[in-house]
């Protein structure tokens, strides 16, 4: 199967005079859950899909745990996962205190491997929308 893609406008300011630009990013076909995922992981193995679920849930809390440890995580064959931090805009180190650094997102970061194995992805436009 194809990973279906589009063509969407880039944004630019209000008053700019440049060309329009695009860009293209997939359009998924659907997300698939955790339920999904124990079966096509029991479909290879030997281990159940309850067990699966099991682990996946058990993984799900511990990586909690350990990035609210300050921690950056790293699973083999999938890639890194660390905290980003947001705070408010300071001219000096010193105008800021702990109680002002929140908790921004959770950044990934491919595995070299993960990458190279999906270039070789086949890519088809989406059929034209009404």
């Known amino acids: 199967m194809a990973v279906q893609y589009d063509f969407y406008k880039n944004p630019s300011p209000k008053d700019s005079k440049k060309r329009v630009r695009y860009h293209a990013r997939v359009v998924p076909y659907g997300t698939v859950n955790t339920n999904k995922l124990a079966q096509r992981i029991h479909s290879r193995c030997t281990v159940t899909p309850a067990d699966v679920k099991a682990v996946l849930s ?8 350990e990035l609210k440890d300050g921690n950056r995580i790293h699973i083999e064959g999938l890639g890194y996962l660390q905290i980003t931090l947001e705070c408010p805009p300071v001219q000096s180190t010193k105008e800021i205190r702990a109680e002002s650094i929140r908790f921004k997102s959770v950044a990934f970061r491919p595995e070299v491997e993960m990458k190279k194995r999906l270039r070789i992805a086949r890519f088809e436009r989406v059929p034209r929308k009404n």
């Not at 058990?58 to 745990?65: A, G, K």
């Open 58 to 65: 058990s993984l799900s809390d511990v990586v909690i745990e």
